[in-house]
């Protein structure tokens, strides 16, 4: 059984490196179009950190915001909330 979990904690590491990859370059090429400097550019003077954390913020809420409308959806078990 623990082969099997650090076996899916692998496959887990690396889903989520490659989705942060993908992430990075997708906003990395999205704003460095029109010879514009990219928000993840190496020179960290002119690079827009800020707003690049802004992004995965946004990501993050749009997250919360589902997580909410899903255990609303999904309701207390049966049983619970009632007094013994």
């Not at 997708?26 to 950190?49: C, F, M, P, Q």
Request: charged letters at 15%; one cysteine or more; glycine letters at 12%.
């Amino acid at each position: 059984m623990s082969s099997v979990s650090s076996a899916l904690s692998g496959v887990g590491s690396g889903v989520r490196s490659l989705l942060a990859s993908i992430i990075m370059s997708t906003i990395d090429n999205l704003t460095k179009r029109g010879g514009a400097e990219s928000w993840v550019s190496s020179n960290i003077n002119k690079g827009h950190y800020d707003y690049y954390y802004l992004v995965l913020a946004g990501i993050s809420l749009v997250n919360i915001l589902c997580y909410i409308v899903c255990i609303r959806a999904y309701g207390p078990s049966k049983g619970e909330g009632e007094k013994s």
